[in-house]
């Protein structure tokens, strides 16, 4: 809801003028604070000003996999009961005055230091196909520590390869008061000019703010210790599921495209073993959420892990009838934070009423329910996570491709398909504590399926046609596969990883194999215009060193798992 503003539009110029560009080293602060309570390990569930707020797939894989181990410990080992739910109009729907009380009451939270330093510095890395790239950032620390650039840059440099940073001499302070009167200005002064009108809003926060999202999930946070606390929402820490790790960490360089890594991931505590058939038959839920998991005297006490994304809640438990509640609570609105789930994007594992039931689920061919959530898809059954392509069902991928004009446009497609790799491979996605073997080949299968799809839409708009020099695709293909691998040790082997006791069992043959497979399979689809591709790639799939993996890895590659990619337009 918006009133036009009474003051002429001359007075109101000055605050049209965007409120990041005016105060952006302020705005770095509660970025910075969100970062370090993560980091140190603050956040737990219901616990922090954030709440159950995940801010990426990072903090998503370090939530989930506690809750998966400790859950595959159990014996017997409860159903799982999952719910997704999204909030109507999340932003708009924001009561600002009950945000500023929430800020207020949690600041001590929010705000560690009563004076912060704002350093700028640049971070410079070669691309090919251009001189570099540049970037203006900026790092927050207390007034105190005031760090030196040299220790500072050292300290980046240890995790960022191939990257030149320059201290750019400003160094600017900012004080929490003047913080505070900032975020109020941000959430209360809002003004959004319609034509030659100019409005303030006093319904909701704005979206286009870098501060918005972080907003919302305080807000948000807020709901959940007063409506939600009372769920379960057991979280082993992290130190009760594995052992120490101490290992040598694998690096791979962005010039060591292909090469295996040598040092080897470390042993971890077993863990019950997972179903390795894909065709087992899909657990089946009971239809009404007033049953319990078990329902005898000696079951174990129910849990569960609330996690969000700004708005978008997921909730999984051991107990059925929590799970509803969770459900019809959000439905059914939370007046006094004006929140409403919308029941469209609802996504239930089991069946709570004739109206809400496990039918929203994504149904797989070979019978697996999955729950999607934030471009995931959770198997409703065993909690293994695979990436939501099911999202991309009816839209062509060229749609969203962007072509970049350079003097070597061949080396650029190949640095364009090798990011689709590495966005596609997460611990979360690769890790076996929470996927059985098998779900891990087929991510990566997966992940190079749509990798060949992007490529024969790139491959339409380079200079010259693909007949023209077909061995120069094919070698893009072969070094895309080999790629692969070392992009998945590098995924597998990150800091985060190691500490979570992340463990990989990919072996690099079967990612090749794989990802030949992978990319036949795609490109016979567009014969006419890989033919000869297909011809090369053919020789190398069909080496006698292949026949092993061929027999080994063949229910990995059957479409019936895979048939989403049957309806993605390229």
């Given at each position: 809801?918006?009133?036009?503003?009474?003051?002429?539009?001359?007075?109101?110029?000055?605050?049209?003028?965007?409120?990041?560009?005016?105060?952006?080293?302020?705005?770095?602060?509660?970025?910075?604070?969100?970062?370090?309570?993560?980091?140190?390990?603050?956040?737990?569930?219901?616990?922090?000003?954030?709440?159950?707020?995940?801010?990426?797939?990072?903090?998503?894989?370090?939530?989930?996999?506690?809750?998966?181990?400790?859950?595959?410990?159990?014996?017997?080992?409860?159903?799982?009961?999952?719910?997704?739910?999204?909030?109507?109009?999340?932003?708009?729907?924001?009561?600002?005055?009950?945000?500023?009380?929430?800020?207020?009451?949690?600041?001590?939270?929010?705000?560690?230091?009563?004076?912060?330093?704002?350093?700028?510095?640049?971070?410079?890395?070669?691309?090919?196909?251009?001189?570099?790239?540049?970037?203006?950032?900026?790092?927050?620390?207390?007034?105190?520590?005031?760090?030196?650039?040299?220790?500072?840059?050292?300290?980046?440099?240890?995790?960022?390869?191939?990257?030149?940073?320059?201290?750019?001499?400003?160094?600017?302070?900012?004080?929490?008061?003047?913080?505070?009167?900032?975020?109020?200005?941000?959430?209360?002064?809002?003004?959004?000019?319609?034509?030659?009108?100019?409005?303030?809003?006093?319904?909701?926060?704005?979206?286009?703010?870098?501060?918005?999202?972080?907003?919302?999930?305080?807000?948000?946070?807020?709901?959940?210790?007063?409506?939600?606390?009372?769920?379960?929402?057991?979280?082993?820490?992290?130190?009760?599921?594995?052992?120490?790790?101490?290992?040598?960490?694998?690096?791979?360089?962005?010039?060591?495209?292909?090469?295996?890594?040598?040092?080897?991931?470390?042993?971890?505590?077993?863990?019950?073993?997972?179903?390795?058939?894909?065709?087992?038959?899909?657990?089946?839920?009971?239809?009404?959420?007033?049953?319990?998991?078990?329902?005898?005297?000696?079951?174990?006490?129910?849990?569960?892990?609330?996690?969000?994304?700004?708005?978008?809640f997921f909730y999984v438990s051991t107990d059925a009838h929590a799970a509803g509640e969770f459900v019809r609570m959000m439905?059914?609105?939370?007046?006094?934070?004006?929140?409403?789930?919308?029941?469209?994007?609802?996504?239930?594992?089991?069946?709570?009423?004739?109206?809400?039931?496990?039918?929203?689920?994504?149904?797989?061919?070979?019978?697996?329910?999955?729950?999607?959530?934030?471009?995931?898809?959770?198997?409703?059954?065993?909690?293994?996570?695979?990436?939501?392509?099911?999202?991309?069902?009816?839209?062509?991928?060229?749609?969203?491709?962007?072509?970049?004009?350079?003097?070597?446009?061949?080396?650029?497609?190949?640095?364009?398909?090798?990011?689709?790799?590495?966005?596609?491979?997460?611990?979360?996605?690769?890790?076996?504590?929470?996927?059985?073997?098998?779900?891990?080949?087929?991510?990566?299968?997966?992940?190079?399926?749509?990798?060949?799809?992007?490529?024969?839409?790139?491959?339409?708009?380079?200079?010259?046609?693909?007949?023209?020099?077909?061995?120069?695709?094919?070698?893009?293909?072969?070094?895309?596969?080999?790629?692969?691998?070392?992009?998945?040790?590098?995924?597998?082997?990150?800091?985060?990883?190691?500490?979570?006791?992340?463990?990989?069992?990919?072996?690099?043959?079967?990612?090749?194999?794989?990802?030949?497979?992978?990319?036949?399979?795609?490109?016979?689809?567009?014969?006419?215009?890989?033919?000869?591709?297909?011809?090369?790639?053919?020789?190398?799939?069909?080496?006698?060193?292949?026949?092993?993996?061929?027999?080994?890895?063949?229910?990995?590659?059957?479409?019936?798992?895979?048939?989403?990619?049957?309806?993605?337009?390229?």
């Open positions: 809801a918006a009133r036009q503003h009474p003051q002429p539009a001359q007075q109101l110029q000055r605050l049209t003028t965007a409120i990041n560009g005016q105060r952006r080293n302020a705005l770095e602060v509660p970025k910075d604070e969100q970062q370090q309570q993560r980091q140190q390990g603050q956040r737990r569930a219901g616990g922090s000003v954030f709440g159950s707020s995940v801010f990426g797939f990072d903090e998503l894989y370090a939530r989930l996999k506690p809750f998966v181990c400790h859950w595959r410990r159990l014996s017997p080992r409860p159903a799982l009961f999952m719910a997704t739910t999204d909030v109507k109009a999340s932003f708009d729907s924001i009561d600002q005055a009950k945000l500023l009380d929430i800020l207020l009451l949690h600041s001590p939270n929010l705000f560690s230091q009563e004076v912060y330093l704002v350093q700028r510095y640049t971070a410079l890395q070669p691309v090919s196909g251009r001189a570099a790239t540049v970037r203006y950032l900026r790092s927050v620390s207390p007034l105190s520590a005031f760090p030196q650039f040299a220790d500072f840059a050292a300290e980046l440099a240890s995790h960022r390869r191939r990257t030149v940073f320059t201290d750019q001499v400003v160094y600017a302070v900012e004080e929490q008061a003047a913080i505070k009167d900032l975020l109020e200005h941000v959430i209360v002064h809002n003004i959004v000019k319609d034509g030659g009108a100019f409005y303030e809003q006093r319904q909701g926060i704005a979206q286009g703010s870098v501060l918005s999202s972080l907003l919302c999930s305080i807000f948000y946070a807020s709901l959940e210790r007063t409506h939600l606390g009372h769920l379960p929402q057991t979280l082993p820490c992290v130190s009760s599921i594995f052992s120490p790790v101490h290992a040598s960490r694998s690096t791979v360089s962005s010039q060591q495209l292909g090469v295996q890594l040598s040092s080897a991931q470390p042993p971890l505590p077993p863990l019950p073993p997972l179903p390795q058939s894909p065709s087992t038959p899909a657990h089946r839920l009971p239809s009404s959420a007033s049953a319990s998991s078990d329902g005898g005297a000696d079951a174990p006490a129910a849990y569960g892990l609330l996690m969000r994304f700004v708005d978008d439905e059914g609105g939370v007046p006094d934070y004006g929140c409403t789930a919308n029941a469209a994007k609802t996504r239930l594992s089991f069946d709570l009423d004739a109206a809400r039931n496990s039918s929203s689920c994504y149904k797989a061919a070979d019978g697996s329910m999955f729950v999607p959530w934030c471009g995931l898809l959770i198997n409703a059954r065993t909690c293994e996570v695979q990436v939501d392509y099911a999202r991309y069902h009816g839209t062509s991928i060229r749609d969203a491709l962007c072509v970049e004009r350079c003097a070597n446009p061949g080396e650029q497609l190949f640095k364009r398909m090798c990011k689709c790799i590495r966005y596609k491979c997460h611990p979360v996605t690769l890790d076996s504590h929470i996927n059985s073997l098998f779900v891990i080949r087929l991510n990566v299968y997966q992940a190079l399926l749509f990798c060949a799809m992007r490529l024969s839409c790139y491959v339409n708009d380079l200079p010259q046609p693909v007949d023209a020099n077909p061995l120069f695709i094919a070698d893009v293909v072969v070094r895309l596969v080999d790629y692969t691998f070392a992009a998945v040790r590098l995924s597998t082997s990150s800091e985060q990883a190691v500490r979570l006791g992340c463990n990989c069992p990919l072996i690099a043959a079967e990612v090749k194999w794989l990802g030949l497979h992978a990319f036949q399979r795609i490109l016979r689809m567009k014969q006419c215009k890989f033919r000869q591709v297909l011809s090369v790639l053919d020789a190398v799939i069909n080496q006698p060193s292949h026949d092993y993996y061929r027999r080994h890895l063949k229910d990995v590659v059957d479409p019936r798992h895979s048939t989403i990619f049957d309806k993605i337009l390229f």
